[in-house]
Structures are given as structure tokens and as C-alpha cells.
């Protein structure tokens, strides 16, 4: 279900509608479970069962952890469901880069339990609800204070609201990634009067506008990205395409998370930011605290210090960075593009890391800081070309036609359109770097243009990029 269709937008108002007639703070959030549930299931229903199964074994055992004295069974129980987490994500993401190089898959028939487990499509959202279960489960062992209320919890009520952090619509397909410690103190009665009406409007505002016209008229022309097509395009049509598939992938995901927050805001839910604006990045460490921010932090908190972080010597956090990076990239998909994309970005904030106490790197000299933004901005839109072609060969092929093309001239059409969308990107960007310069008024008025354009300009419908994920 697609948060730009019609459907979406019934289904909603009808699940609003029931979760604030109802008094009970328990029938609210029994609502809210069921319409979540129901949301997931509407593509296909069948992958409920997994998400369920994950549910019940990360419920379950942060429970033993929440609940028990013995250190040793604390460890235990994490252990195995964090083990438990990894391998379900590890097997349905991943197993088509290995089984059939060892199970004949035309073989297996898709109506046998053993059939359907191989065949089975990649659940949606199985990253993120994954790497939710995780930090719940890593949370609760460090014994995190958050967590003392549900100490007092039965068994029932705790996997109630396990089910309903893991679920929760607004953020089950594609985050933000909210970690549990900040989640549960918020289950609760939600009251109608509450709601911040105008925050949620301008969230949802500029979200459906990223979304709906700028990225989805914006893949109509990043299309030609795409093998074999590129093939025949001048390294000029090829350069500007990259632009505007960097453009497009911010807004299609910032939109996204934009959509996310405020519609968490409705339910009385605050969901985290997931970017800050990263394009005006000055350096590539400075991009990953504004890009995909719960995705950075989490990988920060869960992964990189528990490697050692940056208190291990230089060599070793160099290396942390990378494997971190690394990892952070498979975690986008089974392709060794994204591997590639990962290490793209592990080996820049590397080979970025001794220079940024440089006098280059701290000045604030507008020249120097806009050659850094410069910088840093094409460094990132060549990276999303492993991103978008997820065939490594295909990826290179594209790079060694950008390097010597024999087309000459540009498409003029295509150019145009990407440099009118693109412009949106940039000024969206600029309107924060001079946010105190811009009066409420102006700002009033830009939330009219892009509820207007909304109306008047969606582009096709498109599904969002990180729902493959």
C-alpha cells in the first residue's frame, strides 16, 4: 500500500477515524496493532507469518531478558534473539545469492511449507523490522532505565506493545528507525484534542511534495539511467542524469520519512528526524549525520562501538569505519553494487578522517565552504550510481560510457526537466541555510505552492525506492 494512492489515504482516515472514537488506551493501541497488521498484509498476506514469527522471538526473549536475574540467561536469551533476527534477515534477503548455486529451485514445489520458504518473495520491510527487534533486544540486555515500567509488565501486555513498536505503520516498510527505549514510554492514551494539527500539515506537505513531484516526475527522466539505454547517451546527458537521480533518491526517501513523521504525529506518536538536509554536507562525515539519520546512529550504537569505534588506535578505526560502511551497504541488498556503494562511503570517511581538523576542513570561509559542499555533493551522487544499478557490471559500464562516450550533444528536453526539479532540491536546501532570514509569512506561502503543486503536478505513481529494502 503506497502512501501517494487513494487506497492509502481511506485506509487511514477510517483507522484515525476508529483509533479516536475509541476511550480506552488499550482499545486504541489493540486498533492501532490491527490496522498495522492489516497494512502489512494488504500486497501479499503470506508474509505476515514472517514478520509475525519475528515478532513472537524477539517478544519472547527480550522478555527473559527484561525479566530474569541470572546474568547468564540475560546473555542467553539476547543472544538468541539477536541470532534469531539475523538469521531470518540473512536467509530471506540474501538467498538467492546462494542457493541456487545449490538447490535447484524449479524443483521445489511453491505449495509445501519447504517450497514456499525458498521461492518466497524478500518480505517488505524485513530490514527494518529487523534491526528494530535488534536494538530492543541489545537495549534491554544493557538494561537501559526506559525499560523498568515494562519490568512490571505482564507477559500479554509486553508483547502487545512489542507487536506494536515493530508494527507500527507509519514506519514499518521504511523507518525511521526508532529504537525501542524511545518508543515505548509513548504507548499510551492518545487524545483527539492533542494532535499538532500544523505540525503534521507541513510535514506532510513538504513529504507529499518530495515525493509525489519532484521524485516521481523526476524517475520519469532517470529512467534512462537504466542498461541498456545509458549506453547511447553522451557523457554530458549521462553526468546530468546522475544529478538527478541524486536528487530524486533524496527526495523520494526524505519524502518518505517526512510522510512517516507526520503521520506518526496524528496518532500522537513522535517518530525521529531522518534527515537534515544533507546536500549542504561539508564533509562526508558531515553527510552521515544529516542523511538516513536513524539508519547512521543505529549502525553507530550497535555496530561501530561495539567494534571499538575510534578508542582503538588509528589503524583499527579506519578499519571500523570501513567494515561498518561496509556492512551498512549489504544491509541495502543482496548486490554487490550496494557492498560497493557501502565501501565507496567506508573508504571516503577513512581517507577523509585525518584531514578534518585541517585548516581547509575548519574554515569558515564561504569560498572554502562552499568548495567542500561542491565536493562532498559529488562525491555522494556518484556513489548513488552503484545505488540505482545493482548490476556491478552494469554500474561500470556506466562509468566507462561516462568517461568516453562517442555521442555528442544532450538531450535537451531531459536536461531541462531534471534542472526544474533539481532546482526544488537546491532551493529546499538554500531555504534552510537561510532559515532565519525567511519570514513565517514566506514560509506560509511555499507551503500553499507545494500543496498546490501536490494537486496540480503529482508525477506517475511510483513505489518508494526503499520499500525494496
Known amino acids: 500500500m503506497n502512501y501517494t494512492d487513494t487506497v492509502f489515504l481511506a485506509f487511514f482516515a477510517i483507522a484515525f477515524t476508529a483509533y479516536y472514537l475509541a476511550r480506552s488506551g488499550r482499545v486504541q493501541v489493540f486498533i492501532l496493532i490491527a490496522a498495522s497488521l492489516f497494512f502489512y498484509a494488504w500486497e501479499a498476506p503470506a508474509l505476515l507469518a514472517v514478520f509475525l514469527t519475528s515478532w513472537f522471538i524477539t517478544g519472547v526473549s527480550s522478555y527473559g531478558v527484561l525479566t530474569t536475574d541470572n546474568p547468564r540467561n540475560a546473555k542467553r536469551y539476547a543472544t538468541i534473539g539477536v541470532a534469531a533476527n539475523l538469521a531470518m534477515l540473512g536467509f530471506f534477503k540474501y538467498k538467492f545469492l546462494v542457493l ?43 538494561g537501559n532505565n526506559a525499560f523498568s515500567a515494562e519490568k ?12 506494536l513498536y515493530l508494527v507500527f505503520f507509519p514506519q514499518l516498510i521504511a523507518g525511521p528507525i ?29 513529504g507529499y511534495f518530495l515525493k509525489s513531484v519532484i521524485a516521481d516526475n523526476l524517475s520519469e527522466q532517470t529512467y534512462w539511467i537504466a542498461y541498456p539505454y545509458f549506453q547511447w547517451r553522451s557523457s554530458a546527458d549521462l553526468l ?16 518518505y520519512s517526512l510522510i512517516a513523521i507526520g503521520l506518526g504525529k496524528l496518532l500522537g506518536y513522535e517518530l525521529p ?4 538536509f544533507p546536500y549542504i554536507s561539508t564533509s562526508i562525515s558531515d553527510f552521515w549525520r544529516r542523511w538516513h539519520i536513524s539508519l547512521s546512529s543505529w549502525l553507530r550504537d550497535y555496530l561501530y562501538i561495539p567494534l571499538g569505534g575510534s578508542h582503538k588506535g588509528t589503524v583499527r578505526t579506519y578499519i571500523n569505519l570501513i ?47 562552499a568548495l567542500r559542499t561542491f565536493l562532498v555533493f559529488n562525491f555522494v551522487t556518484m556513489g548513488w550510481l552503484f545505488f540505482k ?13 561516462l568517461a568516453g562516450s562517442k555521442a555528442s550533444g544532450m538531450a535537451k528536453p531531459v536536461a531541462f526537466l531534471i534542472a526544474v526539479y533539481g532546482s526544488a532540491v537546491l532551493l529546499y536546501h538554500l531555504a534552510h541555510a537561510a532559515k532565519r532570514q525567511v519570514p513565517r509569512q514566506l ?16 508525477g506517475p505513481a511510483v513505489p518508494f525506492i526503499y520499500f525494496q529494502f
Open 389 to 401: 544499478l545493482q548490476n556491478f557490471s552494469e554500474a561500470l559500464l556506466y562509468l566507462n560510457t
Open 323 to 369: 567494515i561498518v560502511m561496509f556492512l551498512g551497504g549489504l544491509w541495502h541488498g543482496a548486490a554487490w553494487s550496494f557492498a560497493v556503494w557501502g565501501l565507496w562511503h567506508g573508504i571516503g570517511l577513512a581517507l577523509e578522517r585525518p584531514w578534518l581538523g585541517s585548516r581547509f576542513m575548519t574554515t569558515s570561509n564561504p569560498l572554502a565552504i
Open 152 to 163: 512490571q509488565s505482564s507477559v500479554v501486555k509486553y508483547l502487545g506493545e512489542t507487536l
Open 100 to 142: 541456487p548455486h545449490i538447490v535447484d529451485l524449479t524443483s521445489h514445489s511453491p505449495n509445501s511449507l519447504g517450497g514456499w520458504l525458498l521461492l518466497a518473495p524478500l518480505p517488505i520491510g524485513i530490514s527494518f523490522y529487523s534491526f528494530h527487534g535488534i536494538s530492543l533486544l541489545v537495549d534491554v540486555y544493557r
Open 240 to 255: 546530468i542524469l546522475l544529478y538527478g537521480y541524486s536528487a530524486q533518491i533524496f527526495s523520494d526517501f526524505a519524502g
Open 273 to 276: 528526524a531522518n534527515f537534515n
Open 443 to 458: 514560509k506560509d506561502v511555499g507551503h500553499g505552492v507545494m500543496l498546490f503543486l501536490i494537486i496540480t503536478n503529482p
Open 178 to 206: 526508532i529504537k525501542a527505549k524511545s518508543f515505548y514510554p509513548q504507548v499510551g492514551p492518545k487524545r483527539f484534542r492533542d494532535i499538532d494539527y500544523l505540525g503534521a500539515f507541513r510535514l506532510l506537505t513538504v
